[in-house]
């Protein structure tokens, strides 16, 4: 009997709830991950959003950041490699 893997861990959809908000869940993620991942100020973010065509404010921004930043960086953290893992790479001559 084959056993069907299951992922552990949550979609994106089932942990933050992206209700009663104007942009996608995608827009609103990518964003704040932007915001935490690199060292980028909120307007830094607001004017890589507006070159992809997505307009708004450093505001929207600082608001979505305080809301949502807590679950995207557990979210980040549960998918980032733990400590004592271990890559090994090959040398080639």
């Known amino acids: ?10 979609s994106a959809d089932s942990t ?7 942009f996608p869940p995608d827009v609103i993620s990518y964003a704040v991950w932007l915001y935490y991942r690199f060292p980028l100020s909120l307007r830094m973010v607001e004017e890589m959003l507006a070159a992809r ?9 600082r608001r979505w950041s305080s809301h949502f930043g807590l679950a995207i960086a557990k979210r980040i953290r549960s998918t980032a490699l733990r400590r004592g893992d271990k890559w090994h790479l090959d040398e080639w001559s």
Do not use: D
Request: net charge positive; aromatic share 12%.
């Open 53 to 61: 065509g997505i307009e708004l404010t450093y505001e929207t921004l």
């Open 16 to 22: 933050i709830s992206f209700k009663c908000y104007r």
């Open 1 to 10: 009997m084959k056993k069907e893997s299951v992922s552990h861990l949550p």
